[in-house]
């Protein structure tokens, strides 16, 4: 099996090491993160940071790089669950209230705070593959999906935000929710305390499917190509269902649901599955419980292929890319999140930022300036904050125009060299053809 693809994150409730970082591959722990024990949906990894939603009301960010957080922000509220674009440049979080607020890490700032997003907790917060559109899960039973757009558009701030898709099929709260891959044709997955997953299409919004099992359910996943259906049930048994079978099988009536789900039921762990999470190439899943295990299972046959054991109840698990440990890729800056949604926004200054992250050209001009930018405060006022930013995209500017002049002058000398080269060659062949 190729488990080289991606690395296990696991954390735990250790006060020694909060997350723990192990390869698949050879079972060893490769690294560990400190700083206090995440909450349940709680983990999330991006390109360049790890946020760990902490159970007092805080949020930890780390570096690939760092085994202590770069920064400890306090938050507004109670926060019940955290998740992140990719990037690692905004940031999604659900409160015990039923709020939605949305963060730009870069500078701190509030986007939104859409108030009534539930009427209950919120328990899972999932961004789509594209990153187009956001899902909550709540305590109420509803599930919403909110166009990202929508979310980041300054007129509809102040909780005016309205959800593209609210599914109110489960009669118990949603446990979890997973977003396979695709871009408006994904399918959505949830699972709730109903004993039930009901299978969306995010297209059109309909209910495509619904499975019922024979115990309450606390996570959920699917397969690469979305064939098989996983979940972890409160009595720590992992099930297993085929998605695409004939149709009698189906016809999703009660008994039939839970011959069905029998039949590719796995006695997993001693106590509750807490997380759920399939390896990139499909070939296996791994279960996380509060029995203080891990382990990985064979997707077609169900056999144990490794186990994890660690001291505390284990309470997030997700994949982390193994090149992510040795990327060079400059991250933005990590400030305290704002509290308020501010009425104007500052731009100008994250995006010079993007620009300066994205060229990544050497050279002690551009470091300069890098370093410039980011040792800048953000201004009180609208004008001074356009000046600095002037300023800066001035010297961004002189600084790549420096380097294309070193390029050009450095792509000289090699056109010369070579033609000294030909030269000296063809003064050797005339020598040898005289002889």
């Not at 770069?70 to 940031?91: H, Q, V, Y």
């Not at 701190?108 to 789509?128: D, E, F, I, S, W």
């Not at 990985?296 to 698990?317: F, H, K, M």
């Not at 050279?363 to 405060?377: F, I, K, L, R, S």
Request: charged share 20%; glycine share 6%.
């Amino acid at each position: 099996m190729a488990l080289a693809v991606s690395t296990p994150l696991h954390s735990s409730d250790s006060k020694d090491a909060s997350i723990q970082l192990w390869d698949t591959g050879s079972g060893c722990q490769v690294a560990s993160f400190r700083g206090g024990a995440c909450a349940p949906h709680g983990l999330c990894v991006t390109e360049n940071l790890i946020f760990g939603l902490q159970v007092k009301q805080a949020v930890h960010v780390w570096r690939w790089t760092a085994e202590t957080p770069e920064i400890r922000i306090p938050l507004p509220e109670k926060i019940t669950s955290l998740t992140a674009s990719f990037d690692g440049t905004m940031c999604f979080c659900g409160s015990e209230s039923g709020s939605l607020l949305v963060w730009e890490v870069a500078t701190g700032q509030l986007l939104n705070a859409v108030k009534n997003a539930h009427y209950r907790k919120v328990n899972v917060c999932r961004l789509t593959a594209d990153e187009s559109h956001v899902i909550t899960a709540s305590d109420d039973a509803v599930v919403r999906v909110w166009r990202l757009a929508s979310l980041l558009d300054k007129a509809l701030h102040d909780g005016r935000c309205e959800s593209r898709f609210t599914w109110s099929d489960h009669a118990l709260p949603v446990t979890d929710v997973f977003c396979g891959l695709g871009s408006g044709n994904a399918r959505v997955v949830t699972a709730s305390r109903d004993r039930t997953c009901k299978l969306y299409e995010l297209t059109s919004g309909i209910l495509l499917a619904s499975v019922t099992f024979p115990t309450d359910l606390v996570c959920v996943c699917m397969d690469p190509i979305e064939s098989m259906l996983f979940a972890g049930g409160s009595n720590g048994c992992l099930f297993k269902v085929q998605l695409q079978e004939s149709r009698e099988a189906h016809a999703f009536k009660e008994a039939n649901d839970v011959k069905l789900v029998q039949s590719g039921q796995i006695p997993a762990h001693s106590k509750s599955i807490t997380a759920l999470c399939v390896l990139d190439d499909g070939s296996a899943v791994m279960t996380a419980s509060e029995d203080g295990s891990c382990a990985v299972w064979e997707c077609q046959s169900g056999q144990n292929i490794q186990t994890y054991r660690l001291a505390d109840p284990v309470s997030n698990l997700c994949l982390a890319p193994r090149h992510l440990l040795r990327s060079t890729i400059r991250a933005p800056p990590t400030v305290i999140f704002d509290r308020q949604v501010r009425s104007s926004r500052v731009e100008e200054i994250p995006t010079v930022l993007s620009q300066a992250e994205k060229l990544q050209h050497p050279g002690t001009a551009y470091d300069e300036h890098c370093a410039q930018a980011q040792q800048v405060e953000r201004p009180a006022s609208h004008d001074g904050t356009v000046s600095t930013a002037e300023h800066l995209q001035e010297e961004l500017a002189n600084a790549l125009h420096t380097q294309s002049l070193l390029e050009s002058e450095r792509h000289q000398w090699q056109q010369a060299a070579l033609g000294l080269f030909a030269a000296a060659a063809k003064d050797v062949l005339h020598e040898r053809d005289r002889n």
